[in-house]
């Protein structure tokens, strides 16, 4: 009888150990696949640019014309405008939390650029198209 109900236990402990690994493997299987789908999409140019309470750094960059490309801001400074990014041409605002890249992406044109700046416009930058 106290056998009996060892075994029983042992097996249920065994079982919810399978399932429990079973479960974990799909999980990070699932992982995986979502993050190799992410990285598919992601274009290939991506640049990164910091800002703080003097603008962005750089505040210029050149990208190639016609591409996809993507651009991460991460805001360093809690003083200053940089808290929210304004793309006029994409009609794009972005908020800057502190110290979290944010990333955005837009397509190049064939030529000139691509202007941001702070929601009032006193930092600017620009991506070229080269
Ligand atoms: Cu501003």
């Known amino acids: 009888m106290k056998t009996g109900t060892y075994s029983k236990l042992l097996a249920q402990v065994v079982g919810l ?4 690994l079973v479960l974990g493997g799909i999980t990070f299987f699932r992982i995986r696949q979502k993050r190799a789908e992410l990285d598919q999409h992601k274009p290939a140019h991506e640049y990164f640019i910091q800002v703080d309470d003097h603008g962005y750094h750089p505040e ?5 014309a016609g591409e996809r490309v993507r651009l991460t801001f991460t805001r360093t ?11 006029p041409s ?3 605002r972005r908020d800057l939390p502190f110290n979290e890249p944010v990333s955005v992406e837009i397509t190049m044109p064939s030529s000139g650029g691509v202007v941001f700046t702070c929601s009032m416009e ?7 198209a080269k």
């Not at 210029?60 to 190639?64: E, G, I, K, L, T």
Request: aromatic share 14%.
């Open 17 to 20: 150990t399978i399932a429990l």
């Open 60 to 64: 210029w960059v050149d990208a190639p």
């Open 77 to 87: 400074a809690d003083d200053g405008c940089g808290q929210q990014l304004f793309f």
């Open 90 to 92: 994409e009609h794009l």
């Open 122 to 128: 006193m930092y600017k930058g620009q991506v070229i």
